[in-house]
């Protein structure tokens, strides 16, 4: 065990963490070049390869023999998801290891995101090991960046190692500081064998699959095994390392990182965060930090066509046995039809669930606004958690309405922050405090409701920085705030799925937009249509739709195909725009 080294890469989206993970298995010969043509190795997801973003690494265990001793050691990577929307995942595998390294862009510098993962990794007592990559670039300023990493984090800047993922230049160097710095896994006292899920998937062949770090004991094959959090049980029908392919052992042991096949047919079972234990009895400790999934976005999803409906229920139920965080239940809307309101971690989660539908399974979907969880507090006392604004109870029996809060970090440069100050004011933001990172980008600190934070706020807040803030954002709490519930009329009957919560404050001119935005998209007809905001009984904005023109083809009885065609067309279009609703 003395040779064994758990870690994990720290990096915010695009500061290279694949190609640097790359050029280990490559520099460990643990992949072949022609294995490696296909870059990119550990980028699982058709996804995440084409929007060149990893969500998640694929763990890979590697052999490397220390250049000065040549010793040899065995190196488990494992990765930290590179988003805030995966904070839990982030917590758990930082508990898997004994160390991380953090990856810093030379030509960027310490984002959001990073300063986020850094803290909860210094918390968990990990050894970091500082690395500014990218150095190869034209701009980049690797001693700026240096003393960036001292300033912010207190190490100092001359450990910081200095790598390219692209030219390989320091990777060999980078591999030798990770055995020489990370603690060996400490020796376990326990007498049942303990694992941490830091992650689990289906596969269609073997069942659920857990990547686990074995804590205390060992996993051996053909063994029975409890999952404490969600209290099922299983055979390790099959255990193993990832190499990254997953190649079968007889079992896996304390300090180790490998893979478990229980054959179980839901991924609810076996949770990240989750411990496997050998105990049958179900009196073992289970390790600490176990946290059931809590969805934070939510939004209706329909299909375009009501007959798609069946596909909808079979493609969420399957999505359902490879993430376990998503969470649905059937709604119906009067405006449309069949569908499911869903809880999402938050909005790339959203985006991750809505692509893989569209793709995965065909389905031309559409998503209603999203929002986040009120609580209702009824004058009677009783609380209602609302997660469809449409199902708010009626105004005169509640009391008191909670929203969740989120503490946010904005890192901009400093020429942004009246820019972004205007921003976070208007979202109802209270500002807590400021640092400066160096000497021209600052983090900005705000208490913000999540509610305004889950529709438009980062595209926002990217277009007044043009592009150059990053952000990050932590649920604090529920607090009690002005809100009421806006319906939206058209033609006096209220569309239930454009009902939203908003500030009373802001309340008379969103009314406004919506029915403006609704004017524009809404095809004319051959009567006057009116679109109304309104709170409760009392209508705050109205805009109308002129009608139609005298209509020239009403005369045209039957005949004339080419017309109807014409009529037709027009009326996909209105279905288009209706989409874009
Ligand atoms: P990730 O999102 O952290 O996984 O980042 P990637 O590894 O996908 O890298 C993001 C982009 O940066 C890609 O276009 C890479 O080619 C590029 N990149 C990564 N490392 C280096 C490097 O050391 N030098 C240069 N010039 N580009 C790099
Ligand atoms: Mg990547």
Redesign the pocket.
Known sequence: MDQLRNFCII?H????????ADRFLEETQTLTQREMKNT?MLDTMELEQER???IKLQPARMNWNHTKTQEEFILNLIDTP?HVDFQYEVSRSLAACEGAILVVDAAQGIEAQTLATVYMAIENDLEIIPVI??I??PNADPDKVAQEIEDVFGFPKELCLRV????GVGVHDLLDSICDLIPVPSLSEEEHTRALIFDSFFDPYKGVIAYVRVMDGEIKKGMKVHMCGTDSTAEALEVGYMIPMNVAQPSIKTGEIGYVVTGLKDVSQVRVGDTISSDMTKEARPLAGYKPAVPMVYAGIFTIDTEDYPLLRDALSKLLLSDSSLIYEPETSKALGFGFRCGFLGLLHMEIIQERLDREFNLNILVTTPTVRYVAVLRNGEEVMISNPSEMPDIGSVEEIKQPWAKIEVIVPESYIGAVMKLCDEKHGVYMEMKYIDKTRVNLIYEIPMGQIVTDFFDTLKSVTSGYASLTYEEIGLRVGQLVKMDILIAGDVVDSLSLMCEKGDAHHIGIDICLKLKEVIPRQMFPVAIQSAIGSRIVARETIPAMRKDVTAKLYGGDVSRKKKLLAKQKEGKKRMKAI
């Open positions: 990096a989206i695009d500061h290279g963490k694949s190609t640097l990119q060149g973003i990893t590179g990559n990218k190869d670039l390219s993922g692209k030219s």
